[in-house]
């Protein structure tokens, strides 16, 4: 009975194994062409999403994003790694995280840098820190009804105060340093904290035309510092009027941001464009945060740090779209 019961182990580990290395070899032909001479090729990254700093990428649970840590280590990568020639970019997200739309803003600088170039493709959306990271390819290619722009700076708070005094609710909260709550749901702000918040939404806001100055600078078009802060409204544009105001380079889809790739590279227009690999889905289960799945609320009632860093945002909202 024993021997059997191991005879059956072994039966069923033999066809797991082989079931597994069966699927790698279906999904590397699946998702990837033939490589060139010796391995190279041109790196296709993905942005879906919205930006993250999280380590935790999308995942069959429910939660997707662009995490900062994965695409800033794969433009690295690209960067140093000698059989890429190139990376095309496409972009499909309506921003994020301040601090992890730049941490992809200068893995894109980094590859430019090493000499290879970077040209952007942008989906459906790619607005305020999708257009961050777009400004500093070299070209960057959008549909004439791709959205985009955005370019400024939301911070947004829940306040429960009145909800909390209605329900008996009382908040105890001890803190040294007279600013140390500020960003606390359970009271208004006071004018001078808010003062602070804008001088620090501006100091962003700076930051974020900055690097668009720059990025737009060696555009094919490039765009003076004067019309980049004219455009640097909130607004969010077309691809077609994108392209009026010189925030994006050329009007295409993926496959024109291809070709053009290819023919920066210097390589042929067979040469293949190869998707990077995602996250296995062993990332993608342990990189789910269980405590925010268990516990909705948990934004709201994080530290007030990690509440301001959270809320800080390059996104895209609907005032941006219906207002201006």
């Not at 019309?227 to 050329?250: H, I, P, S, W």
């Not at 390589?267 to 996250?279: C, M, R, T």
């Amino acid at each position: 009975m024993r021997n059997q019961a191991v005879k059956a182990l072994v039966i069923f580990l033999v066809a797991f194994a082989g079931i597994a290395v069966a699927g790698k070899v279906f999904a590397q032909s699946w998702f990837k062409t033939s490589s060139g001479p010796s391995g190279e090729r041109i790196t296709l990254i993905n942005v879906e999403g919205a930006i993250t700093g999280s380590a935790a990428a999308a995942s069959p649970f429910g939660d997707s994003g662009a995490s900062s840590v994965y695409i800033a280590e794969q433009l690295h990568s690209a960067a140093r790694d000698s059989n890429i020639k190139g990376v095309l970019l496409r972009v499909n997200s309506p921003g994020g995280s301040a601090a992890a739309s730049d941490e992809i803003y200068r893995g894109v600088m980094a590859v430019r840098n090493a000499g290879k170039p970077v040209v952007v493709s942008m989906g459906d959306v790619a607005a305020s820190g999708g257009y961050y990271i777009s400004a500093a390819a070299d070209k960057v290619y959008a549909n004439g009804a791709t959205l985009t722009g955005s370019i400024g700076v939301v911070f947004s708070l829940m306040n429960w105060e009145e909800l909390a005094d209605k329900w008996g609710v009382d908040d105890v909260t001890l803190h040294a340093g007279e600013f140390k709550d500020i960003g606390s749901p359970w009271r208004q702000m006071t004018d001078k904290e808010k003062e602070m918040m804008q001088e620090l939404l501006d100091e962003v806001h700076e930051e974020f035309m900055q690097a668009v100055i720059q990025g737009r600078a060696s555009a094919p078009n490039p765009m003076t510092e004067e019309q980049v802060r004219a455009a640097a409204t909130g607004m969010v544009f077309t691809g077609t009027k994108a392209k009026e105001l010189g925030l994006v380079d050329e009007i295409g889809g993926l496959e024109e941001a291809k070709a053009e790739v290819r023919r920066m590279a210097n390589v042929g227009q067979d040469f293949p464009v190869e998707p990077e690999a995602a996250p296995s889905l062993l990332e993608e289960l342990l990189g789910v945060s269980m405590e925010s799945r268990l516990n909705p609320l948990a934004r709201f009632t994080a530290d007030p740090l990690s509440s301001l860093a959270g809320n800080l945002y390059l996104n895209t909202t609907l005032r941006d779209i219906v207002l201006r």
